[in-house]
């Protein structure tokens, strides 16, 4: 049976010029992040601050994450159902030990005098000079990221075995100096 192999023709409902996918749409019409990142704007994703961090690292080979910062929750943001967004919820002072980022907090979620302490560690992101990240063993991924020119540092977390979002990950909250 010799089978007609005629070629299908493309679908009419898509465009040639559609954006397929996020990448693509960053090519076409990339958001400035450093508007984004001096709004503290919850839409900030992972892979923006990661490309930021890229074009900042030319003129800087390492970051300076240092000091004491302010955590900021982005002012959208619908962390504790967005009661704290926009607000300033505690402070941080990290110590680069090295080959890692400790950095202990106090955090505030009811009041002035009710403070959680959390002591974390984060270390070098290899594939991103400057930034930190790691996962524990329940799959709790963290990420630093230093991506705006002011020193702000933009921190990402997610569950890795519940609904992972990569790249598309928004910003939890900001440290600003």
Known sequence: NNKNTKTQSPNPNRTPNKIKNMKDALMTNPPNVQTMIRNRDSELTYGLAKMELRKLS??????????????????????????????????????????????????????????????????????????????????????????????????????????PEGDEMKVSMFWEK
């Open 58 to 163: 030319v003129n800087t080979p390492k970051p300076n994450v240092g000091g004491c910062y302010k955590l900021r929750v982005g002012k959208d943001s619908k962390f504790c159902c967005g009661f704290f967004a926009g607000k300033c919820i505690g402070y941080v002072c990290p110590c680069d030990c090295g080959c890692c980022l400790w950095h202990p907090a106090c955090i505030s979620y009811a009041g002035p005098f009710s403070f959680i302490s959390m002591f974390m560690c984060n270390c070098r992101d290899s594939a991103n000079p400057g930034a930190y990240k790691i996962t524990d063993n329940k799959g709790n991924f963290t990420a630093l990221v230093p991506a705006g020119e002011d020193g702000t540092v933009a921190c990402f977390s997610e569950n890795i075995y519940w609904k």
